[in-house]
């Protein structure tokens, strides 16, 4: 069995900052060499891809939060993290944490306020 909790999400306003964390625990899986990624969905929208890191700490995002958004991973305590910087009204989102290939977090709601 494998679980990930996304943690961290919250009320904050336009230009604010914040730090989701995702936890991963089971036994099933190593987790220093699976690739870890962030997505974000909108209401009405579609579930988008906001930043990747692969075992090897190469990292990708979304044209829309680069230079904002920092994916980051503790492989010693089988955590991703996402710090969240300059945020936007456009960031309101449900951010879920996911483990390749089918292992979803059950979600973190930020809300960014203008």
């Known amino acids: 069995q494998v679980q990930l909790v996304e943690s961290g999400g919250g009320l904050v306003q336009a230009g604010g900052s914040l730090r989701l964390t995702c936890a991963a625990s089971?036994?099933?899986?190593?987790?220093?060499?699976?690739?870890m990624a962030w997505y974000r969905q909108a209401p009405g929208k579609q579930r988008e891809l906001v930043a990747r890191?692969?075992?090897?700490?190469?990292?990708n995002y979304a044209d829309s939060v680069k230079g904002r958004f920092t994916i980051s991973r503790d492989n010693a305590k089988n955590r991703v993290y996402l710090q969240m910087n300059s945020l936007k009204p456009e960031d309101t989102a449900v951010y879920y944490c996911?483990?390749?290939?089918?292992?979803w977090g059950q979600g973190t709601l930020v809300t960014v306020s203008s």
């Open positions: 996911n483990m390749s290939p089918e292992i």
């Open positions: 089971g036994t099933i899986f190593r987790f220093n060499a699976m690739a």
């Open positions: 890191i692969s075992s090897t700490y190469t990292t």
